[in-house]
């Protein structure tokens, strides 16, 4: 993790990865949050954090992150019956800032080339809007959206939907809207697209990167 003059960032291996690095060799962390609703970049907060390690085309399920954060705000009953968290568990949790770096600093502990989510501006706008709060400005997030990848493998597919998408390829389903749970779907399913991709001959750290290139991608730097 380093900071800046008013800047954070996550310290992720990319920069020093050549492009010809096969991708079974990489370590990724595939994260996924939860919040109060969908408006963080104004009134709504995050509420937990969850992430596994991917490495080998492997999820490691013993290697995982997850904390609940507090919002400083009511849940709405409607998010409690959505996602099963309450007022009382987020009411000693770490704060946004403190359970972003803990997050940070297991991704840096694991030498993960990028992150990975399903949706992932979602959860970067996230991250984004809490450490403005702070005063702090997010760099350097490099991230893969599973979406991305699944537009390249199979571009009929035009669901957003997690679950609908693990179905389709026939991976795991775990606990839908807690950010662990979601994280380990969306691990298994990158796996999945990333043994897809090598079918196709496509191997590489750089041929990745080209395929999941968007410009959601593009902004945050």
């Known amino acids: 993790m380093i900071f800046g003059r008013n800047t954070i960032s996550c310290s992720l291996a990319y920069e020093n990865i050549s492009l010809s690095t096969p991708i079974d060799e990489l370590t990724f962390i595939v994260f996924d949050t939860e919040t109060t609703g969908f408006q963080v970049a104004s009134s709504d907060r995050l509420i937990e954090i969850g992430a596994v390690t991917v490495k080998g085309l492997h999820v ?6 997850q904390t609940f954060v507090n919002p400083n705000r009511q849940i709405s009953r409607e998010i409690i019956e959505l996602t099963s968290i309450t007022n009382e568990v987020v009411e000693t949790a770490p704060s946004s800032r403190l359970a972003i770096e803990e997050f940070f600093q297991f991704v840096e502990s694991r030498g993960a080339v990028c992150l990975v989510g399903h949706y992932v501006g979602f959860d970067h706008l996230t991250f984004k809007s809490e450490l403005k709060r ?5 760099k350097k997030f490099f991230t893969i959206d599973t979406l991305d990848l699944i537009g390249f493998i199979a571009p009929s597919y035009d669901m957003r939907d997690l679950e609908r998408y693990a179905m389709a390829f026939g991976t795991r389903i775990y606990d839908r809207h ?6 380990k779907t969306a691990a298994y399913l990158f796996v999945e ?8 001959g496509l191997t590489t750290w750089g041929e990745l990167i080209k395929a999941t290139d968007s410009q959601a991608r593009s902004m945050q730097f």
Do not use: M, P, V, Y
């Not at 490691?60 to 992150?65: A, K, S, W, Y």
């Not at 702070?134 to 997010?138: T, V």
């Not at 807690?178 to 994280?183: E, W």
């Open 178 to 183: 807690s950010a662990i749970g979601d994280a």
């Open 134 to 138: 702070e005063k702090l400005a997010l």
């Open 60 to 65: 490691n399920e013993t290697d995982i992150f």
């Open 193 to 200: 697209l990333l043994e897809q991709f090598k079918n196709r």
